[in-house]
């Protein structure tokens, strides 16, 4: 199938086929006819003979090539799939400017594995300027030199001066430079600093200050809340147990700052809390920790895109049970990622409170635009986890009692990240609602709030049974420092944490190739290693974490 454009106009992404349209189940391949910042010429009418073809052909933007038999049913059935995925304004009226974009890297990341991003930023026609640490990426003739435009050696080691030292090192750079971001939250305040030395775009450090904070956060969404408190050693910890006001349990401990689950633990009694917090305090270099209720409410990751103020996007995940929440003994268990699921099943007013909740607590933290991975509980659900007869996971089911009138639902906010959703969690948002937070990252940075809007836009729902259900599965596998070194032969051992496997030795990709039935419904899919120390584990050892993103067109069963 080829699509031509009904009206004239300049496409806002060279290749909006390669991430609407790829992963439909009824589609083989795409193939974009594209140039960045190109113009789409109109053809108007059916062709009738070869000439009629032949124009019709030229004026072609892009082509699908689908499974399906060629048939009058099948064909409607795709322009329904192309319509579905294809909603958004990709056209301008008006020329797209070039920009570009500087991202800074806290480290070495694989190319191989992330270079779907770099695409993406072709796409869009921003060139990418890469600000990091080291020299590797500085070869321009490498076989990835071409998809970024410079690379900066900068020194990033934290401190008070780093916002002023990363300032310094684009004030040099021979080109104008429209927009700074950073993935990474240590990152996120001095980058905020740079921008604004730099007049760019940026929400400013403030936010990103209580937002990098649990319990700055915390402070601000329940400041005379008696249900939280820190500490910052195990002799401060004794006082609180022994005063008058008794901790309630189960509670969670965590570091004030922290990735993922590095460091967060339950505690059911006080014997569980001291070793929660000498652990939390381990693992983040003494940092003090806050300890708040554990809620056993079903947890959602919420995902949102702000502008002016404006909720443009919004989307509610369902989040597995965890190690954590099942043990019967909660000591070292973590509450790292197991399964996420698109759509979310819990019922549409608790997504509805969900959003509404986070989004006041976005802006009360003081943002007004930007992506937002936020994660939250359910206090008082209608559902809970169960374990079905013969399933191999827990999945949501209504409750056997029903909630009482008194017990309104309550939104209990873990964390709002002022960034986009990690790799394999935005994968799963972009096949399940055409969502691509990472091109709407690059567009908010650089200030192209137009492209901006239309990017915001997901698909349109199906009213013939064409959604389907998108997993995020994490498994985590013990491995040994000596069974990964050669993965990173010139990568410091201090320094290999939460890093990239180059997808060229992810054994997914042998996988596909030697069984293709098991791997058919992965569509996305990649690994990082992890010192286990911060995620409970003992010193010398190390997690192989795998993510595979997998589409359901079935149910929500796996």
């Given at each position: 199938v080829f699509q031509v454009a009904k009206s004239h106009g300049y496409v806002i992404h060279a290749d909006p086929w390669s991430f609407q349209v790829a992963n439909s189940p009824l589609v083989v391949r795409t193939q974009s006819f594209l140039q960045p910042h190109g113009e789409a010429?109109?053809?108007?009418?059916?062709?009738?003979?070869?000439?009629?073809l032949a124009s019709a052909l030229d004026?072609?933007?892009?082509?699908?090539?689908?499974?399906?038999?060629?048939?009058?049913?099948?064909?409607?059935?795709?322009?329904?799939?192309?319509?579905?995925?294809?909603?958004?304004?990709w056209l301008s009226p008006a020329p797209v400017p070039s920009r570009r974009v500087c991202i800074v890297l806290e480290g070495e990341i694989s190319i191989r594995a992330t270079k779907f991003r770099w695409e993406t930023a072709a796409a869009l026609g921003v060139d990418v300027v890469v600000l990091s640490t080291g020299s590797w990426w500085q070869d321009d003739q490498g076989p990835f030199g071409s998809l970024r435009e410079a690379f900066i050696i900068t020194d990033l080691t934290p401190g008070p001066d780093l916002g002023a030292r990363i300032a310094?090192?684009?004030?040099?750079?021979?080109?104008?430079?429209?927009?700074i971001f950073a993935l990474s939250d240590t990152l996120l305040i001095p980058v905020a600093e740079a921008a604004t030395q730099l007049g760019l775009w940026t929400s400013g450090p403030e936010p990103y200050r209580i937002s990098t904070n649990k319990f700055l956060t915390r402070q601000l969404l329940d400041p005379t809340?008696?249900?939280?408190?820190?500490?910052?050693?195990?002799?401060?910890?004794?006082?609180?147990?022994?005063?008058?006001?008794?901790?309630?349990?189960?509670?969670?401990?965590?570091?004030?700052?922290?990735?993922?689950?590095?460091?967060?633990?339950?505690?059911?009694?006080?014997?569980?809390?001291?070793?929660?917090?000498?652990?939390?305090?381990?693992?983040?270099?003494?940092?003090?920790?806050?300890?708040?209720?554990?809620?056993?409410?079903?947890?959602?990751?919420c995902n949102l895109v702000f502008m002016d103020g404006h909720l443009l996007y919004s989307e509610v995940v369902d989040y597995f049970p965890c190690d954590a929440d099942v043990a019967e003994d909660a000591t070292d268990k973590l509450f790292a990622e197991t399964e996420a699921?698109?759509?979310?099943?819990?019922?549409?007013?608790?997504?509805?409170?969900?959003?509404?909740?986070?989004?006041?607590?976005?802006?009360l933290q003081?943002?007004?635009?930007?992506?937002?991975?936020?994660?939250?509980?359910?206090?008082?659900?209608?559902?809970?986890?169960?374990l079905a007869h013969e399933a191999t996971i827990p999945d949501l089911v209504v409750k056997d009692e029903p909630r009482k009138t008194e017990e309104k639902i309550r939104i209990f906010l873990h964390e709002i990240n002022a960034r986009i959703p990690g790799i394999a969690s935005s994968a799963s948002s972009l096949i399940a609602n055409g969502i691509d937070f990472w091109a709407l990252q690059i567009l908010c940075a650089v200030g192209d709030w137009g492209r901006y809007k239309a990017l915001s836009v997901p698909f349109l729902s199906s009213s013939e049974g064409g959604g389907h259900h998108v997993w995020l599965t994490n498994?985590?596998?013990?491995?040994?420092?000596?069974?990964?070194?050669?993965?990173?032969?010139?990568?410091?051992?201090d320094r290999l944490g939460h890093q990239l496997v180059d997808s060229s030795h992810n054994p997914v990709v042998e996988l596909s190739e030697s069984h293709e039935e098991l791997t058919r419904y992965v569509l996305r899919h990649n690994a990082n290693v992890n010192d286990g120390v911060k995620y409970g584990f003992n010193k010398g050892d190390w997690l192989w974490t795998a993510?595979?993103?997998?589409?359901?067109?079935i149910s929500r069963k796996l």
């Open positions: 010429m109109t053809f108007a009418g059916v062709p009738e003979d070869a000439q009629g004026a072609s933007l892009g082509a699908v090539q689908s499974r399906l038999p060629f048939c009058k049913d099948t064909v409607r059935q795709l322009e329904i799939d192309l319509r579905r995925r294809l909603s958004f304004g310094r090192a684009l004030k040099s750079y021979p080109h104008t430079i429209d927009g809340s008696g249900e939280y408190f820190s500490v910052n050693s195990l002799e401060e910890l004794e006082m609180r147990l022994t005063c008058n006001d008794p901790v309630s349990f189960p509670v969670v401990c965590k570091p004030f700052c922290g990735i993922g689950s590095e460091g967060v633990y339950r505690a059911d009694n006080p014997t569980q809390l001291r070793h929660a917090v000498s652990q939390c305090i381990a693992s983040k270099n003494h940092e003090s920790c806050l300890i708040e209720p554990y809620v056993d409410g079903p947890e959602v990751d699921v698109v759509p979310c099943q819990l019922p549409v007013e608790e997504q509805k409170a969900i959003v509404e909740t986070v989004s006041k607590a976005v802006i003081g943002f007004d635009t930007g992506v937002f991975h936020c994660e939250a509980r359910v206090r008082n659900s209608f559902m809970t986890y169960r498994s985590l596998v013990p491995i040994t420092y000596k069974g990964i070194q050669p993965l990173y032969p010139n990568f410091p051992m993510c595979l993103v997998i589409r359901s067109p």
